[in-house]
């Protein structure tokens, strides 16, 4: 296949191109001032670069890149969308860095982001991969604090850049009980902390759950509870494939998303022991976000899906009919679905709403 690839509606129209140059000179005078002690002027220029690169993603989604690729001698197009990019980084924008220092590092990261993922998408991988640095970056997340590792997806994963449609199915209440499977840092559970009466947190991978856990504590959510285990469909120990590069949302108690790694042993509970444990009398909402594991997460949960009102969760293509029969012989309808590449997310309401086929 012969891939040409025409930039000029970026890199040759100048308004992007020039807010762009921009934009990079007023992160470069925001850390000249914070290095000499400026701060007042550090502050004023950190706002401009703000503003600069709003102007330049505005600029370069209107004019989008085009990517013409021939294959078997027949042209066709294909283009990054304005109202994707747009929504990816609104979501980015909410995260607000805590001090000039975060302020630098992210907002560096956003504008390497940008270019790598207009002028060459293929070697885009994570916003948090351009990170510069090694300490964790300090956001705030709404009314709360969270931090992300540099080098890594969290930040996309706190933004929730991927699942916006998803995100806007999670209605809680304040007296709703949540339980959160495959939690990771705690993208919906800081969210749902905020709101629900209690969080139970799930999350089986170590170095995730205790940068979860720091999230937790340094907000002091007391009424989130974490469990440092994996939910499948009996009690005992499991192996536990590392992630997928820099998704560290990605870790599994599937063998085929081992990449021939060895795994980790974990200790695995049914989130039936779970809720007795605990003697959770409801749970309003469960999300199940466990790489390919979500048939084993719902065989253990017979009991607790008899007090369930709405589940949410992540299905890999394969797995639709078994989890399809699972929630429908416990009384649930589905009401909703966002199809992706991979997976598809599912909204289950227990015995109301319109059947969404």
């Not at 085929?256 to 695995?268: Q, T």
């Amino acid at each position: 296949m012969k891939r040409i690839v025409s930039l000029t509606n970026v890199a040759g129209n100048k308004a992007p191109r020039t807010s762009m140059v921009m934009t990079l000179a007023a992160l470069v005078v925001t850390a000249i001032m914070v290095s000499v002690g400026q701060r007042a002027m550090a502050n004023y220029a950190a706002t401009l670069a703000f503003i600069l690169l709003v102007i330049s993603v505005l600029l370069a989604s209107i004019q989008h890149v085009k990517e013409e690729r021939i294959l078997d001698g027949k042209p066709s197009s294909i283009g990054v969308k304005p109202r994707v990019m747009l929504t990816a980084i609104g979501a980015y924008l909410r995260l607000r860095p805590i001090g000039l220092g975060n302020f630098l590092r992210l907002y560096l990261a956003y504008f390497i982001a940008i270019l790598v993922r207009l002028i060459s998408p293929d070697r885009f991988t994570v916003v948090g991969a351009y990170i510069p640095g090694k300490t964790l970056v300090r956001v705030r997340l709404g009314n709360l604090v969270a931090f992300a590792r540099p080098g890594h997806g969290d930040i996309g994963l706190l933004a929730l850049t991927q699942e916006p449609k998803v995100a806007s199915w999670f209605l809680f209440q304040k007296e709703d009980v949540f339980v959160d499977v495959g939690a990771h840092i705690g993208s919906y559970t800081l969210r749902a902390a905020q709101s629900c009466r209690l969080v139970i947190s799930v999350e089986p991978d170590i170095e995730v759950f205790t940068l979860l856990r720091q999230n937790v504590t340094s907000n002091n959510l007391s009424n989130v509870h974490l469990e440092n285990v994996a939910l499948s469909d009996h009690d005992g120990e499991g192996v536990l494939y590392p992630p997928n590069g820099w998704h560290t949302g990605t870790s599994s108690l599937s063998s085929k998303h081992s990449r021939g790694e060895p795994g980790n042993i974990v200790w695995l509970k049914r989130l039936d022991t779970l809720a007795e444990n605990l003697r959770l009398s409801r749970i309003d909402w469960l999300k199940i976000d466990v790489e390919g594991h979500e048939v084993e997460v719902l065989d253990g949960a017979s009991s607790a899906l008899d007090r369930t009102r709405f589940v949410v969760v992540e299905v890999e293509h394969g797995h639709e009919d078994k989890c399809k029969e699972i929630l429908t012989k416990k009384g649930f309808l589905l009401v909703a679905r966002d199809p992706q590449e991979a997976v598809e997310y599912w909204l289950w309401e227990k015995g109301k709403g319109s059947r969404c086929e």
